[in-house]
């Protein structure tokens, strides 16, 4: 039976949906906290993921809407570090305290490629530490390969970077891989680096355009809990509501 060599999953919207009531939380707090008039609502979100990374964000608004009084240029830079890094805190924080569940047959997922001894990678733009309260707190009986988080590479998705090291970390063959994603900018990402993609679609990127994707589905789904449905891609044998670790191997 073909197995994947390798699992690659995103973290925000994939793991987590982490989005809507994690990072935009965690963000109005850091700014409320710092004096700054600023509040991202859930539609204006959405949109301001279209850009790759939380510091990347904010300088994106700081730039276009401005934090609601003077910032001096000269400091911006040194700004959205400690803005961020007290986001981070916050975000972890709401981890820590079991506040965001995990998605639907992630756990499952992880788990059917653990027993099989198929490595399992957390490849994201968000920050390590981020990264690693999600593992240790959400995951704690999952054994992970790597957790390449933050800026460990140069570009951040849509480039492939991420992938790309993902694969020289393991050794894999990018073929027989497969990258799990939620949005067109990791979808390019995974796709650019030569690895199959499997999207399970999240409340803000179900609209998006995944054209060069394996599969796209509602969510991975479980036994006892929500289900999900295929969206785009090939009929999978099988597959009622579920996607198993076997059936990655047809995507590969």
Not at 194 to 204: A, E, F, P, Q
Request: aromatic content about 6%.
């Amino acid at each position: 039976m073909k197995l994947p060599e390798a699992l690659f999953f995103d973290m925000d919207g994939v793991i987590i949906d982490t989005e809507k009531d994690g990072h935009r939380v965690a963000f109005n707090a850091a700014f409320k906290e710092f004096g700054f008039p600023v509040r991202w609502e859930v539609d204006y979100y959405g949109e301001l993921l279209k850009i790759s990374g939380g510091k990347e964000r904010m300088r994106h608004h700081l730039q276009t809407r401005g934090f609601g009084r003077d910032v001096d240029p000269s400091a911006v830079d040194e700004l959205i570090i400690k803005l961020h890094k007290r986001k981070t805190e916050i975000f972890v924080d709401l981890i820590e305290s079991g506040s965001l569940q995990l998605r639907p047959g992630i756990h499952r997922l992880m788990q059917e490629a653990s027993d099989r001894a198929v490595p399992i990678c957390i490849c994201t733009t968000a920050n390590k530490k981020a990264a690693e309260a999600v593992a240790s707190h959400s995951l704690p009986d999952i054994q992970f390969s790597h957790i390449l988080a933050g800026d460990i590479v140069a570009r951040k998705k849509p480039a492939p970077d991420i992938y790309l090291l993902a694969l020289e970390k393991t050794g894999k063959d990018p073929s027989r891989c497969i990258v799990v994603e939620d949005s067109r900018n990791g979808m390019l990402a995974g796709d650019s680096a030569g690895i199959g993609v499997l999207v399970t679609t999240s409340l803000y990127t179900k609209d998006e355009e995944f054209d060069k994707a394996k599969l796209v589905v509602t969510c991975l789904g479980d036994e006892r809990g929500e289900r999900g449905s295929i969206v785009a891609g090939p009929e999978v044998k099988g597959y009622e509501g579920i996607l198993s670790i076997e059936m990655l191997g047809t995507l590969i």
